[in-house]
Each structure stands twice: as structure tokens, then as C-alpha cells.
């Protein structure tokens, strides 16, 4: 069993900076590329960022390109999503997602979830 495990969420002003991880243990594959989505009240849940299994390559949603930067630490099994410039836009509940083909922007084609950490950005 896969467990994923959020952390680093909370409540931030319009402009700063958040760093959300995700701790993943369990029989996962750290061959396959692992992401982040996103879920706003009312809304569809949104990609946000996948990594390559060795943190070589990353890809991005339209609206977080040049604002976040994914990045994974295979030996501590642990991946992370920095986030800059934050908008009020950006608030959401965060997913970490693992166990995908490289490139997958569906959350249908990620096997494995976290429960989700809050992200509240203020204007």
C-alpha cells in the first residue's frame, strides 16, 4: 500500500512564497513520474506540475508556469512543490500524486494520492 503524506500548506499574502512536500512511502514505483494537482471550491481538480523519475525533466500547468518549480529527492522518497508569486487564484487544496507515464496531465493516470494540504492566498 502507497501512502502519501502533504505537508507545508497554509495561508500566505498575495506575492509570497509557500514550499509544500510530499512524503511518500510504501510499494511505489520511484521509477514513474509524480505530481501535484490542485482543487479550488467548485471546481474540477487541476494538474499542476509533474517530475520525471529522476528529477531530470519537469512539466507544468499553463497557469503556474514560471511560479512554481517541482522537485524531487528520491533518497528521502520525498517531493516538492515551491511556489512563488502566489495569487489569490492559486488557493486550493494541493494533491500529491505518484505513479504515472511521464507527460500525464489527467488525474486519471496517477495511481497513487495524498489527502491534500489547504493553500489560502491572501489579496
Known amino acids: 500500500q502507497v501512502q502519501l503524506v502533504e505537508s507545508g500548506g497554509g495561508m500566505v499574502q498575495a506575492g509570497g512564497s509557500l514550499r509544500l512536500s510530499c512524503a511518500v512511502s510504501?510499494?511505489?514505483?520511484?521509477?514513474?513520474?509524480r505530481g501535484w494537482f490542485r482543487q479550488a471550491p467548485g471546481k474540477e481538480r487541476e494538474f499542476v506540475a509533474g517530475i520525471s523519475w529522476n528529477g531530470g525533466s519537469a512539466y507544468y500547468g499553463d497557469s503556474v508556469t514560471g511560479r512554481f518549480t517541482i522537485s524531487r529527492d528520491n533518497a528521502k522518497n520525498t517531493v516538492y512543490l515551491q511556489m512563488n508569486s502566489l495569487k489569490p487564484e492559486d488557493t486550493a487544496v494541493y494533491y500529491c500524486?505518484?505513479?504515472?507515464?511521464?507527460?500525464?496531465?489527467?488525474?486519471?493516470?496517477?495511481?497513487?494520492w495524498g489527502q491534500g494540504t489547504q493553500v489560502t492566498v491572501s489579496s
Open positions: 510504501g510499494r511505489t514505483f520511484a521509477r514513474y513520474t
Open positions: 500524486a505518484a505513479d504515472a507515464v511521464y507527460g500525464s496531465k489527467s488525474e486519471r493516470d496517477f495511481r497513487s
